[in-house]
């Protein structure tokens, strides 16, 4: 890799994977550990003002975007700044901008699968937010790949799996959604579509703009909750035994989440080669990992 790559966020859960994953093919990234009030835009100035790496993969707020229930109008407010300030000053120095985004950008009404050129429709403040991300993105600089992701799915206890086996492990009944449908992505599949990108563009291959990705195999969120109960059963004790089907729109998120977001994966396959991942395929791993660090009797 002849780029120098700064990460911001490389404690976060897709942050951790990036980095295992550099290293087996003995890529590296410059990992600040982010100041004590977290990134923002004061502080990523001076942070790209005195290393001025080629390009920036930027999960500073992966938690927030990806795994949080709720995230306050106010952090969503600064985070915008912090990224719209990241934007320009990446343009100012020239400097490669690799920046996720999420479903949520979307109002999930339509059944057929989505586009990078289908208008973006978002319901909630956090989906909301993240459309005027990739819009400062694009506007401020125009050597950035925006990547939009799925259900992301990582093994840390506070995230939305961990919350799930969590109930799982403690209730008998969970109710979940059998007519909202999306495309489960484990990290590990998240982290090697983003190195898989910067690879393409270490070759200066000129491949700027939006993509979606999603694991292979849209589902349910009723019928994958029922899948992870499955494998988990086998490696801690639960009390729920099945999840309970009920519609959408009597899920007291039914305001916030997309009901139906499903990605049509064929441009980041042409531009980059990057073929989609069974999600069933890396559940198990996903679940030893969350399983290893997380006890049952923690």
């Known amino acids: 890799m002849r780029m120098r790559l700064m990460l911001l966020g490389g404690g976060s859960a897709l942050g951790q994977a990036l980095i295992r994953q550099g290293a087996l093919e003995d890529i590296g990234f410059i990992a600040p550990v982010p100041p004590q009030g977290g990134w923002d835009a004061a502080s990523l100035t001076s942070l790209i003002d005195e290393?001025?790496?080629?390009?920036?993969?930027?999960?500073?707020?992966?938690y927030d975007w990806f795994q949080a229930e709720r995230?306050?109008?106010?952090?969503?407010?600064?985070?915008?700044?912090?990224?719209?300030?990241?934007?320009?000053?990446?343009?100012?120095?020239?400097?490669?901008?690799?920046?996720?985004?999420?479903f949520r950008v979307f109002d999930?009404?339509?059944?057929?699968?989505y586009t990078e050129r289908d208008e973006p429709v978002p319901l909630g403040e956090l989906g909301q937010s993240l459309l005027r991300i990739e819009q400062g993105v694009r506007s401020a600089s125009p050597r950035h790949v925006l990547v939009r992701f799925g259900w992301l799915l990582d093994a840390e206890f506070d995230g939305w799996l961990?919350?799930?086996?969590?109930?799982?492990?403690?209730?008998?009944?969970?109710?979940?959604?059998d007519d909202?449908?999306?495309?489960?992505t484990p990290i590990e599949d998240a982290a090697r579509v983003l190195l898989a990108i910067l690879k393409q563009l270490d070759c200066e291959a000129p491949l700027w703009g939006l993509y979606h990705y999603g694991s292979h195999e849209p589902?349910?969120?009723?019928?994958?909750a029922n899948v992870i109960l499955q494998e988990a059963r086998a490696k801690a004790p639960l009390a729920c035994a099945q999840v309970t089907p009920v519609a959408h729109s009597a899920l007291s998120d039914a305001q916030d989440i997309p009901q139906h977001v499903v990605?049509?994966?064929?441009?980041?396959?042409?531009?980059?080669?990057?073929?989609q991942r069974a999600w069933r395929v890396q559940l198990g791993e996903l679940l030893e990992n969350y399983y290893r660090h997380h006890a049952p009797d923690e």
């Open 51 to 62: 290393t001025r790496p080629d390009a920036v993969v930027n999960l500073a707020f992966y």
């Open 71 to 102: 995230v306050a109008s106010a952090k969503l407010a600064e985070q915008e700044r912090a990224v719209e300030r990241l934007a320009s000053i990446c343009q100012h120095y020239d400097i490669l901008l690799l920046q996720p985004s999420s």
């Open 108 to 113: 999930g009404a339509r059944s057929t699968p």
């Open 162 to 177: 961990g919350r799930f086996l969590e109930l799982a492990r403690t209730r008998e009944d969970i109710l979940m959604a």
């Open 180 to 184: 909202r449908r999306g495309m489960p």
């Open 219 to 224: 589902v349910a969120s009723h019928s994958l």
């Open 263 to 275: 990605y049509n994966c064929k441009k980041i396959m042409h531009a980059f080669g990057i073929k």
